[in-house]
């Protein structure tokens, strides 16, 4: 793990329990867009994963964006 992956991953941890702690009243918006916490469960390990990810609110629903699509499509 790189030094930038590792402090992605602090930041993240940061701003979720942030958001958990003031009802989303911090840690509530990333770069200006609402934010909401994603949690997953590990498919091996079983494991709860928490994650703040970034959306979009349309007409005809919402869009969550990918919080890791700049990863996984350089």
Do not use: W
Not at 10 to 26: I, P
Not at 37 to 62: E, H
């Amino acid at each position: 793990m790189t030094i930038a992956q590792r402090v992605e991953r602090v930041a993240r941890n940061v701003q979720c329990r942030l958001y958990l702690a003031t009802g989303g009243r911090v840690g509530g918006s990333m770069f200006g867009r609402p934010v909401l916490l994603l949690t997953t469960i590990g498919r091996k390990s079983g494991r709860a994963q928490t994650v703040p990810v970034v959306y979009l609110s349309l007409a005809d629903g919402s869009v969550v964006k990918d919080p890791d699509e700049h990863v996984r499509h350089a």
